[in-house]
């Protein structure tokens, strides 16, 4: 069909995409798991880089499975993340 650009027609592609990465499935269960993180917790807890942790968030937000809040700690300006519980999971 034309006229449908590069949004899938359902969010399950995206979903699917963002947990098939064993890294992005510990994140997202750590968030779950502890309700939410800052990016520096992530890096040292899980053993990532800076810039893979940004990828992988990128990526779990993108499928609207995590969500980025106001973070109260010092860590990555303030940027924290937690489990979307509305993804429908």
């Not at 993180?37 to 899980?46: G, H, M, R, S, Y």
Request: hydrophobic residues 40%.
């Amino acid at each position: 069909m034309q006229g449908q650009g590069k949004q899938p027609s359902s969010p399950e592609p995206a979903v699917k995409r963002a947990l098939g990465h064993s890294k992005r499935l510990e994140i997202f269960g750590y968030l779950t798991q502890k309700g939410g993180a800052d990016e520096t917790e992530l890096v040292e807890v899980l053993g990532l880089t800076t810039l893979a942790a940004r990828y992988h968030l990128w990526v779990l937000q993108d499928a609207d499975l995590i969500v980025q809040v106001e973070g109260t700690g010092q860590g990555s300006a303030g940027r924290s993340f937690i489990a979307a519980t509305s993804a429908g999971l």
